[in-house]
Each structure stands twice: as C-alpha cells, then as structure tokens.
C-alpha cells in the first residue's frame, strides 16, 4: 500500500474499536517486545476493567449513561499502566474526546502518573496523531487541538472551576483520578454534577490504595456501591508482582495489619491510614519562637546513615527548642562519633542517645570505648513500646511523643526539608489497634527519602531525661529516675 492508503486503514482498523477497549490495547501496543518488558498483554485484572467499560459501550441501553468505575488495591498491580492504556483508547477511538486526569497530589500527578501517560502514548501504532506535552495530550487533527485533548489538572477545594467545566455534549469524557483515596469529597461532588450530559459517553475511574476509611472513595464501595462498577484488588494475586516483598510486609507488620491490608489485600483500614504528622502543624512550628528553655536538660540525638543515600544527623533538643547540629553523609562510625564527641564538648549535653540498630551499634561502641557510657543511651526502634496497648513498638512511640510535642508547639529550624521527613510517613494501625509507622524502607519505595532528621528528632523523646536540682554538684553524673527506668544525666 501506499503511505496514503496505509494511513488511511490505520484511521479505519482504530475507528472498529470504538467500544473495544481491549481490542484496541491488543492491537495498538507493541506487546511480547522489549518496550514493554516482553509482556503478552494487559494483566488479566487489566483486561476485566477495560472489558467492563466495553462491555458497558457496547450496550445501547447503557452506552450514554455514566459508567463508573472504582478500583482499590495494593501496590505494584499496574494502576498507571491501566490508566495510560485507557487514556491512549479513549482519545484514539473518539474524535474530540476530552480526557481530564487528577491525583492525590500535584507531586503524584506529574511525577508518577503524567510520565507513565507518556511513555503508553509514545508506543502506540497511532502515536503520530497526538502532540505529547508537559500536562497535556493534543491532537494534531487540525482545528482539533482544544477540543481533542487529555489535561493533567491538580485539584484545589478552592479552585474547583476545572470540574465544574466537564461537558463534551454528543462526544466521550474521560475523568480520571489517580490515587482516589485522598482526593477531597468536594471535587468527587463537583464532578458528579458536571458529569450529566446528555447523549454522551461518559467514563469515570477512581483508583488507588485505599488509605482512608472515610470519604468519597470508601463510599464507592459502600453507600454508593450501587452506582459504581468496583473492584478490590489483591497484589498476590496479579501477575508479575513481587511477592518476596510481600512475604516481607506480613513478617514485619503481620497480615492483618492496616498497613498489609492497604498495600497488599487493597482493603480498607479499621482507621484512617495516612500522613502521621500534619504539615500546618509542623510550618505552625517553623514560625515558634521558645522561650525560657535554657534551664532544661539538652539532649543531643543521632540517627546513623546505613547507606549512601542517607545522612547520618545530629540533632540537639533543650526543652522546646530543636538545632540541627550537623548533617553528613558517607560518615564511618568512627568519624560519627568524632563529631558526636566534639558535640558533647561543646554543649555538655543531660544525655546522648544513638540509633543502635545497625551500623548505628558500631557508633555506640566507639563512643563507649574512649569512656563514654554513663549518659549515653542505645535507641532500638523495634523494641516493644513502653505504651504497648497504644504504640506497635519503640519508634512508633517516640514519634508519637514527638508529634504530640509538635501540637503544643516546638521551636524548629525554618528549613523545609525537616517539614518534607517530619510529614513524609505513614500510619496504620496493628491488629490490635496500635499505631504502626511506616518503615523507612518502605517510605524509599514509595520513593520518598528516609526522614533522617526527623528520626534524630524523634530520638531526643526516648529518655526522659530531669534537670538537675542544683546547679553544681561534686558528681559530674547525676543520678534520676526516668521513663522505663533509671537515668543518668551527664553534667
């Protein structure tokens, strides 16, 4: 054929999967090579969404009435891939198709889920219809251009116009929205409202991990269950994923943890799973000024890098003042505790507390055999909590601590990255309701750094450390008792 006649076919064979889904994916995408991972095709949970979305087109009683979708699962099961094949479907099948995609945040959006749109759309048969752009998907149809078009939109329950505006009278729209659960319900009933015209084919899909047991997104699998076509994804059961992990995941939190039962059996938690510390609280905290905090014990604190891309941080606490000593990376044990020594002289601290898991062990030995001991205190994060029908263990429960210091207010240094490792965790809670932070490890996975100084700040609660009674005593160690024990304060 000539290029004419080849582009012409091309036109007709795409214009047959009009309500073909998975056709159209089939046919469209490069599958079984090495741009998509030698993959056969859309995973199997992947085709029963698209099927059912064809399914729902393909039946004239049905067709022009909203089809809606809800999908809750775990990790790692191939959302994004999905979104992006439907996205790549929707705009080459219909003319003029509008396609609006938000998520969670502006973060998730263009940096996780915008990308992943790109790379499906680069590798379909048809790819030189469409102009790729930083937020957007056009047409190259000319005349087309506003018309036919994906929008990546972040969304603002103060600036909902971009929801209000979704109307394609006689033609398709698409609404996506990427990680569901934490979207607010006011954009949910925004777009419900917007989404009534008449003899159009209308598809909305929510999906995500379901990290809140409130909400809009709850409620399409449960109030409004009858409106949604839903779908509860296990990742043991999706082909491809890894199932090591997940092994991992029920050794560490167990398998009926909130935490496995979001990020693997994709169910609901018994309470709310999400962000531990709020950030209004934490940049409230950047703007506090402390006062009349000199006369309380200062407690030097240090978290130890276990790797290259990790920072070994010194912190110092006094009452409610929190300074970052210092922050290094690629840091041996000896040199870490050089400087903690240096620290220790300069500020003559109550107390010192070190992360001794790990290589944080090899810090305390050094510290311990140039004579430091009395006053030096081991952290051990997986240790059961002293409040054990509240916290899942030690870490959780300093953080906690911290967190309920933060309310009342601290004085923190006015340094965003502290507000990014101070709000970056997330919570759950234990089969027997305690409350279960997120593992460093996996906080890299969801590919966030690991809260280095906020672990060091969190720290500085793990001892109850008083304030001597006098100011000079002939012992240069004072001896107090202190939470889970008996303390000694370094003078």
């Known amino acids: 054929m000539k290029p004419g006649e080849l582009a012409a076919q091309l036109v007709d064979d795409i214009k047959a999967f009009r309500w073909d889904p998975v056709g159209f994916i089939d046919y469209a995408l490069p599958w079984n090579s090495q741009d998509v991972s030698g993959s056969a095709g859309p995973r199997s949970w992947q085709r029963q969404v698209l099927q059912t979305i064809g399914d729902h087109l393909q039946n004239p009683l049905t067709r022009h009435q909203p ?29 003029d198709t509008r396609v609006v995609i938000t998520s969670n945040t502006e973060g998730q959006l263009r940096t996780k889920s915008w990308p992943e749109i790109n790379k499906w759309c680069r590798l379909l048969i048809n790819a030189s219809w469409f102009n790729l752009g930083a937020t957007s998907v056009t ?14 939109i972040s969304w603002s329950e103060n600036n909902v116009e971009a929801f209000h505006g979704l109307h394609n009278l006689g033609k398709r729209i698409l609404l996506v929205m990427d990680e569901a659960s934490s979207i607010s319900d006011r954009i949910y009933e925004v777009s419900e409202g917007a989404l009534t015209d008449k003899d159009t084919e209308i598809i909305w899909i929510v999906c995500g991990n379901p990290t809140l047991n409130t909400g809009r997104f709850r409620e399409c699998f449960g109030k409004f269950k009858h409106r949604w076509k839903t779908f509860q994804i296990d990742s043991r059961n999706v082909e491809g994923t890894n ?41 409230a905290c950047r703007r506090y000024k402390a006062e009349s905090y000199k006369h309380m014990p200062k407690i030097i604190s240090c978290d130890v890098a276990r790797y290259g891309a990790n920072q070994t941080v010194v ?29 220790k002289e300069q500020h003559q601290p109550n107390a010192i507390i070190i992360d001794a898991d790990g290589i944080g062990a090899g810090v305390v030995d050094q510290l311990a055999s140039r004579g430091l001991s009395r006053g030096l205190f081991e952290f051990h994060g997986g240790l059961p909590a002293h409040d054990s029908a509240m916290y899942f263990n030690r870490r959780a429960e300093v953080w906690g601590l911290m967190r309920d210091a933060l309310k009342a207010n601290i004085e923190l240094p006015d340094d965003p990255e502290i507000e990014v490792d101070l709000c970056s965790p997330q919570y759950g809670f234990s089969n027997k309701g ?3 932070l997120e593992k460093k490890e996996d906080m890299v996975r969801r590919g966030l750094a690991s809260p280095d100084i906020a672990d060091a700040i969190a720290y500085s609660f793990a001892e109850r450390i008083l304030a001597a009674v006098h100011p000079v005593v002939s012992n240069p160690c004072q001896y107090s008792p202190g939470e889970g024990g008996q303390r000694w304060m370094m003078r």
């Not at 790549?88 to 003319?95: E, G, H, K, Q």
């Not at 047409?139 to 990546?152: I, M, N, Q, S």
Request: glycine letters at 6%; aromatic letters at 10%.
């Open 243 to 283: 199932l090591a992990l997940f092994e991992q995941w029920a050794q560490d939190y167990g398998e009926d943890s909130d935490f496995f039962r979001v990020r693997v059996k994709g169910e609901f938690p018994r309470a709310s799973s999400a962000q531990f510390i709020p950030n209004d609280v934490v940049a």
């Open 139 to 152: 047409a190259k149809a000319k005349g087309h251009e506003r018309l036919w078009r994906t929008d990546a």
């Open 67 to 95: 089809c809606n979708i809800a999908v809750s699962s775990g990790h790692g099961i191939g959302k994004s891939s999905l979104i992006s094949m439907l996205i790549a479907w929707a705009m080459s099948t219909s003319a």
């Open 315 to 343: 912190v110092m606490r006094q009452g409610r003042k929190i300074e970052i000593l210092g922050k290094y990376r690629n840091l041996d044990t000896v040199a870490t505790a050089e400087r903690i020594l240096q620290f």
């Open 434 to 436: 305690q409350i279960q």
